[in-house]
């Protein structure tokens, strides 16, 4: 099939299944996920596997705006006027839930994982510290919509939309972690503290220097250029997240990381910073995100969730645990309202976004070629799971806060 008809369906197919979603109160991309899943070469043969398996120079750009978005909601002043409340629970509940996923993988992979030549240090850790690390993100679209059709407003509320709004930093904070030391114990068998120990640094604090580099360096365009028109900063930013990207990937970087940096330090010290991010949410959102989830479902592979279903099951189950249990503890240390302690968590629910890109990401470093499928089986399985019942949970949750009327 024409590569350019391929890209015509793959956009208007996962056009219309988003606004199905939308019609039947679901998050959009909960449609686009479908869509893909509907295309799926190995459900029917509409779309080429040829084409799906050439599809990283796509999920890389979309990546590249997604993290540069994340990091633009890192607001010096906004995360301060949040207070320590919001600040706390993010904290506690993105880390519980990482944590707590981690060691209930660590129990479960050896049970349900089996093939030759799998280990603990080549096959279980490295999956359960990665699936872990996707257990922080929140995705706040879909508790934002309920928020909206329902005008909801209170304190539960606020805490919500603040939590979710940081914690995809976190997880790919978490992430990034994660991703080096897995590769870590994959390539190297055997324990040095270079390898073990200061790589996964190195890496980390050389991602937040490239990041800073580059945001100083596109802050420094946008204020001696003279032109300001929409379309120019579309150009501008989109050619500095591909240079971000693509140096982050040639220095051994993480590149996520690096351009949320350089989102961070866009939005903190860019006097354009309202109108940059504005562009982007108006003219680039949407596209961006049909492709991205729309091809996200094509590359999950059934035979691989048929076989680890229940490993979806217990994602879902334990990162709830975690996200609850974190709440608890940050409501507690930060003493906020037994009513956020109680009814904050049904709103954390929600999830896409982000972790289905890490996911992917992962697929495309040949270290993790035997765990890929596995890993992005789980979080495809999940994000569907997630963005069907986080609607519902949210606005129970709001309703029983007093915060719908």
Not at 152 to 163: L, N, P, R, Y
Not at 262 to 271: E, K, T
Not at 326 to 343: C, D, L, M, Q
Request: glycine content about 10%; overall charge positive; some cysteine.
């Amino acid at each position: 099939m024409q590569p350019l008809i391929t890209v015509g369906i793959i956009i208007l197919i996962g056009f219309i299944f988003g606004e199905i979603a939308n019609k039947i109160r679901l998050p959009k991309v909960t449609g686009y996920i479908c869509a893909g899943i509907l295309l799926n070469p190995g459900l029917f043969n509409i779309i080429p596997q040829d084409f799906v398996i050439h599809t990283d120079l796509v999920t890389n750009i979309a990546l590249s705006f997604i993290t540069f978005s994340v990091g633009g909601t890192l607001f010096y002043s906004h995360i301060k006027r949040m207070g320590k409340g919001i600040s706390y629970i993010t904290i506690c509940e993105a880390e519980c839930a990482f944590l707590i996923v981690i060691l209930g993988f660590l129990l479960l992979s050896p049970v349900f994982i089996h093939f030759p030549g799998a280990s603990w240090l080549t096959t279980f850790i490295p999956i359960s510290i990665l699936v872990g690390s996707l257990a922080s993100p929140t995705d706040p679209t879909a508790t934002l919509a309920v928020v909206h059709e329902y005008k909801a407003k209170g304190d539960v509320t606020s805490t919500i939309m603040g939590v979710a709004a940081f914690d995809d930093a976190l997880g790919i904070i978490n992430y990034s972690f994660a991703f080096t030391i897995a590769g870590v114990l994959i390539l190297h068998k055997n324990f040095s503290v270079h390898s073990s120990l200061l790589q996964p640094f190195i890496i980390i604090f050389g991602s937040i220097f490239v990041g800073c580099m580059f945001g100083v360096v596109l802050n420094w365009v946008t204020m001696i250029t003279k032109k300001e028109t929409e379309g120019t900063l579309i150009v501008v930013i989109f050619g500095f997240l591909s240079l971000c990207f693509g140096v982050a990937k040639v220095l051994g970087v993480d590149a996520l990381l690096t351009t949320m940096v350089m989102g961070i330090v866009v939005v903190n010290f860019n006097p354009l910073r309202a109108k940059i991010f504005k562009v982007l949410e108006r003219y680039t959102e949407e596209l961006i995100f049909i492709l991205f989830f729309t091809l996200s479902g094509m590359h999950l592979k059934f035979s691989v969730l048929a076989n680890f279903y229940i490993l979806v099951f217990f994602f879902v189950v334990l990162r709830t645990i975690g996200k609850f249990l974190g709440v608890i503890i940050g409501s507690h240390i930060s003493k906020t309202s037994r009513k956020i302690r109680k009814y904050t968590t049904g709103g954390l629910i929600p999830q896409g976004g982000i972790v289905v890109g890490l996911a992917l990401l992962i697929k495309q470093n040949p270290a993790f070629d035997t765990i890929a499928d596995i890993i992005i089986g789980i979080i495809i399985g999940a994000t569907i799971i997630h963005e069907l019942i986080g609607p519902i949970s949210a606005r129970l949750s709001l309703k029983k806060a007093g915060d719908i009327k």
